[in-house]
């Protein structure tokens, strides 16, 4: 089954400690996205990537780091979690970045920071 | 101003009814536009897109853009409860999509 999948669904966490929520996709996409939703901001992105080794900025990218090794994987990692990112992530991809309008979702993690 | 306007509802209706959701951009540089479907605690799921202007149909869902006044548009015909979620209109740029906060729509039987 084509899917995006994520890990960990839930997760709570303290201010300060290092944590990666993983993201892998099954049918060979070449763009990759990061985004997070929280209520009356919607869906913002935080890092995208257009293949392997190349990733970019989105509109919220700090306090997040992300990288792309593989082309099935990647991974959203916060350094150094604090309480206003608490939120609701999901990872995207698509064939190709110039095919983006037709993104599919991961499930999403959500994430609580104390 | 946001770049793609939404109102949030909540939207309540019976089954049965036609819906129309409502969405508003702005800077026309990009032509693609999509609807987004979203059930609790689950990701968004892609309904369908459209390219530039004009109308789009799949079963009881059509999507419509007018570029001259900048409104997206998602009708649903023949409404069902399995119908009830939140549906996000969002817009492709420049490698993101850019996305409205979201309708919540709760179809009751």
């Known amino acids: 089954e084509a899917q995006v999948t994520q890990n960990p669904r839930y997760l709570i966490t303290v201010t300060g400690k290092k944590l990666t929520v993983t993201c892998s996709q099954n049918m060979n996409h070449e763009y990759m996205s990061w985004y997070r939703q929280d209520p009356g901001l919607g869906l913002r992105q935080i890092y995208y990537s257009m293949n392997v080794e190349v990733t970019d900025k989105g509109d919220v990218p700090e306090g997040y780091k992300v990288s792309r090794k593989e082309k099935r994987n990647f991974p959203l990692i916060l350094e150094s979690p604090s309480p206003n990112q608490t939120s609701l992530y999901f990872c995207a991809s698509s064939l190709k970045d110039n095919a983006i309008y037709e993104q599919y979702f991961g499930p999403g993690t959500r994430l609580t920071v104390t | 101003q946001k770049e793609v306007e939404q109102d949030p509802g909540p939207l309540s209706v019976p089954e049965g009814a036609i819906v129309s959701l409502n969405c508003t951009y702005s800077?026309?540089?990009?032509?693609?536009f999509m609807w987004y479907r979203q059930y609790s605690r689950k990701g968004p799921e892609l309904l369908m897109y459209t390219y530039s202007s004009g109308n789009k149909e799949d079963g009881r869902f059509t999507a419509q853009v007018d570029k001259s006044s900048k409104y997206i548009s998602l009708f649903i015909r023949d409404s069902q409860p399995s119908d009830s979620a939140t549906y996000l209109c969002?817009?492709?740029?420049?490698?993101?999509?850019?996305f409205g906060q979201g309708t919540r729509l709760t179809i009751n039987p």
């Open positions: 969002a817009k492709a740029g420049a490698q993101k999509l850019v």
């Open positions: 800077n026309s540089a990009f032509q693609y």
